[in-house]
């Protein structure tokens, strides 16, 4: 008899457990929400397609040289976007060289990136020292992260251009029929 | 020996009465449906230097949810709590979050209040809506914000998690 009431207070026991649980009970469910950020890789100069002429000035009195010290122009900007992979891809460079055209005998043409102007957000580049332009591709930003410049003039790199007389044991190879239209290209390049 | 049955035979009462309430009243549930992915496209920027859209919406009815616990006919108070278990994740990265319907009912008289308007996922649990009896069909539309081409290329994940808590 005492073993009956035992297991008869534990069945008790168990069911008012039970329902106590059941008053008042915690439930979950879950789902997933992805987002797949890409890379990108975008350049551009502006104000977009703008040819810009550099020369030296004639002189004025007989005898003296060509003037170049005016043979110069800043005009032009650089805007990128760029995301990179930080395992496949952890930075990427600017490169720039003249991909059509040849720069007139005894004369350098020369390219300085400035800072980025401080538009954007993220890694921006960093700007090398000036560059002489040449059909070979040399840095002219490196380090470029995933960031963005901003668009249009007054935003990114302000680059600029100089024209100077090679050497002046060159000045014998300038020719003003060699006056020419060059294609300077940059390029984002991956690390 | 009368007194003996007669208390055994109200034991047997009591643990019937009990067993009968606790299987009578099952447990509330919280069910979900919809996942959420979104693929930010690279031609979304058109211009060099510019950004992605900060803000990317799903749909009003990504997901669907229902608050259910038997018998239907019941109403009882119950509230909704939502947090974000991060499986990859940028901490520039926003989830919002907010209720765009008020279900349909599976109670007479069933209630649904808050969570209207968007709020922030974190990884902690914070309350979302509440309500009164079972419901479903409850939409659910998030948000992400803060994305950005400073954002590393890659697919971020979090797993959203609701708490149905009886009150």
């Keep these: ?63 003296d040289p060509i003037d170049f010290s005016a043979a110069t122009d800043n ?25 059509n055209g040849t ?30 332009l040449s059909a070979t591709g040399q840095n002219v930003v490196t380090g470029v992260g995933s960031c963005y410049t901003g668009t249009g003039t007054a935003n990114g790199h302000q680059m600029t251009y100089t024209l100077i007389l090679s050497a002046p044991a060159n000045y014998g190879d300038l020719d003003f029929d060699d006056a020419t239209t060059l294609t300077v290209t940059y390029t984002l390049t991956d690390n | 020996m009368k007194g003996i049955e007669n208390k055994i035979r109200h034991l047997l009462t009591l643990a019937m009465f009990l067993l009968s309430f606790s299987t009578l009243f099952g447990q509330a549930t919280v069910t979900v449906w919809g996942n959420w992915r979104q693929n930010v496209e690279a031609t979304e920027i058109t211009n060099a230097g510019d ?13 669907r949810l229902r608050v259910r616990r038997q018998p239907t006919s019941q109403l009882f108070p119950w509230r909704i709590d939502v947090r974000g278990d991060i499986v990859t994740w940028d901490n520039r990265l926003e989830i919002w979050i907010r209720r765009t319907n008020d279900g349909i009912s599976i109670t007479p008289g069933a209630t649904i209040t808050g969570g209207m308007v968007y709020q922030q996922i974190s990884i902690f649990d914070q309350y979302f809506f509440e309500g009164n009896g079972s419901i479903r069909r409850i939409a659910l539309q998030y948000q992400y914000r803060g994305v950005s081409v400073v954002i590393p290329a890659k697919t971020y994940r979090q797993t959203i998690v609701y708490t149905l808590t009886e009150l």
Excluded: C
């Design chain 1, 103 to 132: 720069l007139p005998g005894g004369m350098e043409l020369k390219v300085l990136a400035a800072a980025d102007a401080g538009s954007g957000a993220g890694t921006v580049g960093t700007a090398t020292a000036e560059v002489t």
């Design chain 1, 1 to 63: 008899m005492k073993t009956l009431v035992k297991i008869l207070i534990s069945i008790i026991l168990i069911a008012g457990i039970t329902a106590t649980m059941n008053a008042q009970v915690d439930n979950v469910d879950a789902h997933d929400i992805t987002i797949t950020i890409p890379e990108v890789a975008l350049l551009d100069i502006e104000p977009n397609g703008s040819t810009i002429t550099i020369g030296p000035a004639a002189p004025l009195e007989e005898g």
């Design chain 2, 51 to 63: 950004d992605f859209p900060n803000v990317y919406e799903s749909a009003a009815d990504q997901s």
């Design chain 1, 75 to 99: 005009t032009l900007w650089m805007n990128y976007s760029s995301i990179i992979g930080s395992t496949t891809e952890p930075s990427r460079d600017v490169t720039v060289s003249i991909t």
